[in-house]
Nanobody
Framework: QVQLVESGGGLVQAGGSLRLSCAAS????????MGWFRQAPGKEREFVAA????????YYADSVKGRFTISRDNAKNTLYLQMNSLKPDDTAVYYC????????????????WGQGTQVTVSS
């Protein structure tokens, strides 16, 4: 079992920045590849970014490439998502998730999920 708890969400103006964190406990965090997904009201959950177990490989959705950066600190059992140049379309609940499959953009590939943190970007 891996327990995941997101934090860092909030309200920000368009063009602003936020950094999300995902604290992991339970089984060895560094054994898992990690991902961020988001879900806006009335829409399906969508892939945002993923990172390999070592942090050496990262993957991004086209909609966030160049604006968001995923990273991890295995010594602190923590995953991060730095979000810059935020847009109103980025408004969603953001979830972190753990998978044994590297770089997957498919939610069913992820075995463990956090409860989500709300990000709201005002225009």
């Amino acid at each position: 079992q891996v327990q995941l708890v997101e934090s860092g969400g909030g309200l920000v103006q368009a063009g602003g920045s936020l950094r999300l964190s995902c604290a992991a406990s339970g089984r060895t965090f560094s054994s898992y590849c990690m991902g961020w997904f988001r879900q806006a009201p009335g829409k399906e959950r969508e892939f945002v970014a993923a990172i390999s177990w070592s942090g050496g490989s990262t993957y991004y959705a086209d909609s966030v490439k160049g604006r968001f950066t995923i990273s991890r600190d295995n010594a602190k059992n923590t995953l991060y998502l730095q979000m810059n140049s935020l847009k109103p379309d980025d408004t969603a609940v953001y979830y972190c998730a753990a998978s044994l499959i590297q770089g997957s953009a498919i939610s069913r590939a992820y075995d463990y999920w956090g409860q989500g943190t709300q990000v709201t970007v005002s225009s």
